[in-house]
C-alpha cells in the first residue's frame, strides 16, 4: 500500500491561517478523513465521526469555505444537501503523478475562472513574537 502525498502549499502553512486553532484541528480531520483528490463526506458523517453536532461543523467549515480549502456545491438533481471537497492544491492523492496532473488542472480551472483560488495569506517569514512568551509547566 502506498503512502497519500499531498502538496504542502497548505499543510506547511497551516500556522499562517487566520483562523483559530479549532477550525485548523478540523482541517487535518478533513485532509486525514478525504478521498484521494479531496472528496468529503457529507456533513452529518463528518459529524458523527468527528464527535461533535452538526451545528458544530458547519461553524468548523465557515472559516475554510472563506478561505476557499474547502469547497461547497450544491448536489445534483434528486440528492438533498451539499457536497464538500478539499480544493484541489489542498488535497491528499494517490502518487505523484496524479498530483501533478490535479494541479495541472486546477491551474487550467483557476485561470479560467472554473476553480476558486487559495485564499492563504502571503507571509514571508513567521511573525514575531511581541515579548517573552510566558511558558509554564501543565
Do not use: C
Amino acid at each position: 500500500m502506498s503512502l497519500p502525498v499531498m502538496s504542502p502549499l497548505v499543510s506547511t502553512r497551516i500556522w499562517a491561517l487566520p483562523i483559530g486553532g479549532a477550525p485548523v484541528k478540523f482541517l487535518q480531520f478533513l485532509v486525514f478523513r478525504s478521498e484521494p483528490g479531496g472528496a468529503l463526506p457529507s456533513q452529518r458523517t463528518m459529524a458523527t465521526e468527528y464527535g461533535v453536532a452538526p451545528s458544530t461543523v458547519s461553524a468548523l467549515l465557515e472559516p475554510l469555505f472563506e478561505l476557499n480549502i474547502v469547497l461547497r456545491s450544491k448536489a445534483e438533481e434528486g440528492r438533498g444537501g451539499n457536497r464538500y471537497k478539499l480544493h484541489p492544491l489542498a488535497a491528499t492523492y494517490d502518487s505523484i503523478d496524479s498530483m501533478t496532473a490535479a494541479f495541472a488542472q486546477a491551474l487550467e480551472d483557476m485561470r479560467a475562472g472554473r476553480l476558486a483560488t487559495l485564499n492563504l495569506p502571503e507571509y514571508r517569514a513567521v511573525p514575531p513574537v511581541e515579548g517573552r512568551p510566558e511558558l509554564r509547566i501543565a
